[in-house]
Protein backbone atom coordinates (compact mmCIF):
# COMPACT_ATOMS: atom_id res chain seq x y z
CA UNK A 1 0.00 0.00 0.00
CA UNK A 2 1.37 3.37 -1.23
CA UNK A 3 1.52 6.48 1.51
CA UNK A 4 -0.57 8.08 -0.76
CA UNK A 5 -3.79 5.07 -0.84
CA UNK A 6 -6.33 5.93 1.94
CA UNK A 7 -8.76 3.66 3.54
CA UNK A 8 -12.01 5.10 4.04
CA UNK A 9 -14.42 2.27 5.10
CA UNK A 10 -13.54 2.99 8.55
CA UNK A 11 -15.35 6.51 8.38
CA UNK A 12 -18.94 7.06 9.16
CA UNK A 13 -20.02 10.03 6.27
CA UNK A 14 -23.81 9.56 7.73
CA UNK A 15 -23.22 10.43 10.98
CA UNK A 16 -20.83 13.13 10.50
CA UNK A 17 -23.49 14.72 7.77
CA UNK A 18 -25.84 14.43 10.35
CA UNK A 19 -23.92 16.21 12.94
CA UNK A 20 -22.76 18.52 10.95
CA UNK A 21 -26.43 19.42 9.93
CA UNK A 22 -27.07 19.37 13.92
CA UNK A 23 -24.03 22.02 14.45
CA UNK A 24 -25.33 24.37 11.74
CA UNK A 25 -29.36 24.40 12.97
CA UNK A 26 -27.72 25.04 15.92
CA UNK A 27 -25.24 27.78 15.21
CA UNK A 28 -28.60 29.17 12.84
CA UNK A 29 -31.05 29.10 16.02
CA UNK A 30 -27.59 31.12 18.43
CA UNK A 31 -27.75 33.82 15.61
CA UNK A 32 -31.35 34.23 15.26
CA UNK A 33 -31.50 34.44 18.91
CA UNK A 34 -28.69 36.91 19.24
CA UNK A 35 -29.96 38.85 16.47
CA UNK A 36 -33.81 39.56 18.18
CA UNK A 37 -32.27 40.63 21.23
CA UNK A 38 -32.62 44.88 21.83
CA UNK A 39 -29.28 46.98 21.52
CA UNK A 40 -28.83 48.21 24.98
CA UNK A 41 -26.62 50.39 24.80
CA UNK A 42 -25.60 53.54 22.29
CA UNK A 43 -22.51 51.24 20.77
CA UNK A 44 -23.08 50.62 17.50
CA UNK A 45 -20.70 47.34 15.68
CA UNK A 46 -18.36 47.61 18.66
CA UNK A 47 -17.67 51.27 18.38
CA UNK A 48 -19.11 52.93 21.20
CA UNK A 49 -19.91 57.14 20.75
CA UNK A 50 -18.91 59.79 22.23
Given amino acids: MS???FDLDHLDFDAA????ARQLELADQAAADAAALPDEDDCAGGACKI
Fill in 3 to 5: EFD
Fill in 17 to 20: EEKN
